[in-house]
């Protein structure tokens, strides 16, 4: 059934199913819990999960993978693509690697598909936990830490390496001495946070964009009600009966991270596929939805005594 998603073409020359099963939530129900909703998954059809450090879900999924080969739902691991992101404690020259090796010990895997630098932020080290202290905020090394991440790449540690919410500015700079260049940004986007900038820049520089909160979720710390609750969305929607703004994010040529562990929305988040689109019409009036980021991070990243003082800084203008 997984062969029903497309895939991308990473600029690393790998294969990347462009609907991903995003594993952050909180509170965080029990491994048994995950482990069942992520075998729901795979039997659903779905072939790319998104975890992280900081999620505290790499070790059920791993769990959730040994189990599915067991039973046959897929035939080896390599039917399966593997993403996971270096928190910010660990944005550190020497703490990549380890970094990386630790994840792989808790998902029970040899190699991640995909790793990503989670924020170009770098804390403190200490206790990996969200929202962290603004006084633990440093200077981040972005050329120390992409070279730790290249590292990961030619160890076998990871087929492919990106970022993830990184601004154009920041693209740029991570490009002028990348090696090997990010494969994946992994942002914000949805209908009420567009993204065109970032994707015409990504485009032109070869760099796959990925949708986080691609519906605009609504949790405790991000996200906004304006997708869902947008009266154009709900027009178009009803006419088409499909998950619209799954499907304008993959006409934009992005890949989407959705959060479902419900087994029925996990089927329709997989219905943005086949033989239909969103007519001139429809994408004039999507253009017209107000915009607004959803997560700012002004709580968390911006600090009189941190290296972003403004939210100015930390997005480069592109707020």
């Known amino acids: 059934m997984g062969e029903n998603i497309p895939s991308v073409v990473l600029s690393s020359g790998w294969k990347m199913p462009i609907v991903a099963l995003g594993t952050v939530t909180q509170p965080l129900p029990p491994p048994q819990v995950l482990i069942s909703v992520y075998l729901n998954a795979i039997e659903v059809g779905y072939r790319h999960f998104d975890t992280a450090a900081l999620y505290h879900t790499e070790e059920p999924l791993g769990h959730a ?35 990386l090796k630790n994840t792989l010990q808790k998902l029970g895997l040899e190699y991640v598909d995909l790793y990503l630098v989670h924020w170009p932020v770098r804390l403190k080290k200490g206790e990996m936990v969200f929202p962290f202290n603004s006084e633990d905020l440093l200077p981040f090394d972005m050329r120390g830490t992409w070279e730790a991440m290249e590292e990961c790449c030619r160890l076998g540690l990871a087929k492919s390496i990106g970022v993830s919410n990184f601004s154009c500015k920041k693209l740029s700079q991570l490009l002028n001495h990348a090696t090997i260049p990010p494969a994946v940004n992994q942002v914000e986007m949805n209908l009420a946070w567009q993204q065109r900038k970032l994707i015409d820049f990504c485009k032109e520089k070869g760099i796959h964009v990925s949708a986080w909160s691609p519906l605009g979720a609504n949790g405790a710390w991000w996200g906004t009600t304006a997708v869902m609750d947008s009266p154009i969305l709900k027009d178009i929607a009803m006419a088409k009966g499909k998950t619209v703004a799954l499907r304008w994010i993959y006409e934009q040529g992005a890949s989407v991270v959705v959060k479902s562990f419900n087994k029925g929305r996990m089927k329709e988040n997989l219905q943005i596929f086949g033989d239909w689109e ?12 107000p915009q607004q980021r959803g997560f700012p991070g002004e709580e968390l990243f911006v600090s009189a005594n941190g290296p972003y003082k403004s939210l100015d800084e930390l997005w480069d203008g592109e707020i």
């Open 65 to 99: 993978v040994a189990e599915a080969l067991r039973r046959g739902l897929i035939g080896n691991r390599e039917d399966l693509f593997i993403t996971s992101k270096l928190w910010c404690i660990d944005a550190d020259r020497d703490l990549v690697v380890p970094a």
């Open 278 to 289: 969103l007519s001139e019409e429809d994408l004039n009036k999507i253009s017209q939805i």
